[in-house]
């Protein structure tokens, strides 16, 4: 594995911005965003769903920029306004959300009747390139195996803290998804209780590795593209006509998991998918990204996977979700997982 160096920069608020990188990071910091108000996000219990609802109205307050051409993602170079990296060049950045949606602070609100909580945790941009326009279809398998490589530092770190009870990398990608910037990030939520998709997997996994169980089937019918230690394929049960699982052959509780060798294989299976969907549509292809990895690095049950879901109903129509899977959670699909495999893989194998 190469040398991977880690800077930790201390912003004017007092909060780092972290640099990964195959280079050592030395540069002296240009001058930095002003410094906002803390987010103060809490949290009111669904009764009927049975889940937490995260508030942080000073979300809505988020910054008008300047002019079209200034990209707050961008390294601050020749614009003429200090931008989120006050550096003239990076190779990946993860710095905490200005507006998060879990943050740690000692303010609850309080309601009458209603069950509220402090937003615990916190949400951090992860910022994949230096380049504007670089995605991870574009990407280097070097830059991808780095950004693998964060995450897992993110895991190893955020996972320490006492109240964060599960860390989530995700991307969403395109307008289409609610992309306001499109400087390629993703972003790092860590809460403090087990989501409840996460919930409901690991209660699964408890019992049986059901994804060890249909490997074959995946590797015979469902499979879009394939290497030594991974399947990425479309999910039997999909809920959205082109849905991708990026599945580790071998069951492993999360990335920290992974050998240098599995890393490049992932590395090289998240370029193939992203890639392949952007030949597919011919356009950079809308999608949600996530990494399900099990809440604790030491658990031995839980079967790591990386789930794509493009809000696609067929290649021209958009998925919305409607009356039955909003209100009643239960998703109506038009085309079976068999022949969206069929027609993906020509693209991503
Ligand atoms: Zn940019």
Same mark, same amino acid.
């Given at each position: 594995m190469k040398k991977i160096y880690k800077r930790s920069f201390v912003r004017n608020d007092k909060k780092n911005i972290l640099l990964f990188g195959y280079k050592k990071h030395t540069e002296q910091a240009e001058k930095e965003l002003a410094i906002s108000a803390d987010s103060k996000p809490h949290m009111r219990w669904h009764p009927f769903r049975n889940e937490w609802i995260t508030y942080s109205p000073g979300r809505k307050n988020r910054?008008?920029?300047?002019?079209?051409?200034?990209?707050?993602?961008?390294?601050?170079?020749?614009?003429?306004?200090?931008?989120?990296?006050?550096?003239?060049?990076?190779?990946?950045?993860?710095f905490p959300n200005r507006w998060a949606s879990f943050n740690f602070h000692k303010k609850n609100f309080k309601l009458k009747k209603i069950r509220t909580k402090i937003s615990k945790g916190s949400s951090e941009v992860i910022i994949y390139s230096d380049k504007h326009n670089e995605t991870i279809a574009d990407m280097s398998i070097e830059r991808l195996e780095l950004l693998?490589?964060?995450?897992?530092?993110? !895991?190893?770190?955020?996972?320490?803290?006492?109240? #964060?009870?599960? $860390?989530? =990398? /995700?991307?969403?990608?395109?307008? &289409?998804?609610?992309?306001?910037?499109?400087?390629?990030h993703g972003q790092i939520y860590a809460y403090p209780f087990i989501p409840p998709v996460i919930q409901n997997e690991e209660k699964i996994f408890n019992k049986k590795?059901?994804?060890?169980?249909?490997?074959?089937?995946?590797?015979?019918? !469902?499979?879009?593209?394939?290497?030594?230690?991974? #399947?990425?394929? $479309?999910? =039997? /049960?999909?809920?959205?006509?082109? &849905?991708?699982?990026?599945?580790?052959?071998?069951?492993?509780?999360?990335p920290w998991n992974f050998n240098d060798k599995q890393i490049k294989s992932y590395a090289r299976s998240l370029k193939k998918v992203v890639k392949g969907y952007d030949l597919f549509l011919g356009k950079k292809c809308p999608y949600i990204m996530g990494l399900h990895a099990a809440p604790q690095l030491n658990?031995?049950?839980?079967? /790591?996977?990386?789930?794509?879901?493009p809000p696609l109903r067929s290649k021209n129509r958009p998925k919305i979700l409607a009356g039955s899977e909003s209100m009643a959670g239960t998703f109506v699909m038009d085309v079976v997982p068999e022949d969206s495999a069929r027609i993906l893989r020509k693209f991503m194998r």
């Amino acid at each position: 594995m190469k040398k991977i160096y880690k800077r930790s920069f201390v912003r004017n608020d007092k909060k780092n911005i972290l640099l990964f990188g195959y280079k050592k990071h030395t540069e002296q910091a240009e001058k930095e965003l002003a410094i906002s108000a803390d987010s103060k996000p809490h949290m009111r219990w669904h009764p009927f769903r049975n889940e937490w609802i995260t508030y942080s109205p000073g979300r809505k307050n988020r910054t008008a920029f300047p002019s079209k051409k200034y990209c707050p993602l961008c390294p601050s170079k020749k614009i003429q306004y200090p931008t989120e990296i006050p550096f003239k060049k990076f190779e990946i950045a993860v710095f905490p959300n200005r507006w998060a949606s879990f943050n740690f602070h000692k303010k609850n609100f309080k309601l009458k009747k209603i069950r509220t909580k402090i937003s615990k945790g916190s949400s951090e941009v992860i910022i994949y390139s230096d380049k504007h326009n670089e995605t991870i279809a574009d990407m280097s398998i070097e830059r991808l195996e780095l950004l693998v490589y964060t995450w897992i530092d993110r !895991y190893r770190e955020l996972l320490k803290v006492k109240d #964060i009870k599960y $860390v989530m =990398p /995700f991307e969403n990608r395109g307008k &289409e998804c609610g992309v306001t910037l499109h400087h390629p990030h993703g972003q790092i939520y860590a809460y403090p209780f087990i989501p409840p998709v996460i919930q409901n997997e690991e209660k699964i996994f408890n019992k049986k590795n059901y994804l060890g169980e249909i490997m074959q089937e995946l590797d015979k019918k !469902y499979w879009v593209y394939k290497n030594d230690d991974m #399947i990425a394929a $479309v999910p =039997p /049960f999909a809920r959205y006509s082109y &849905e991708v699982w990026i599945i580790p052959r071998k069951k492993v509780a999360g990335p920290w998991n992974f050998n240098d060798k599995q890393i490049k294989s992932y590395a090289r299976s998240l370029k193939k998918v992203v890639k392949g969907y952007d030949l597919f549509l011919g356009k950079k292809c809308p999608y949600i990204m996530g990494l399900h990895a099990a809440p604790q690095l030491n658990n031995n049950k839980f079967h /790591f996977h990386t789930e794509f879901y493009p809000p696609l109903r067929s290649k021209n129509r958009p998925k919305i979700l409607a009356g039955s899977e909003s209100m009643a959670g239960t998703f109506v699909m038009d085309v079976v997982p068999e022949d969206s495999a069929r027609i993906l893989r020509k693209f991503m194998r």
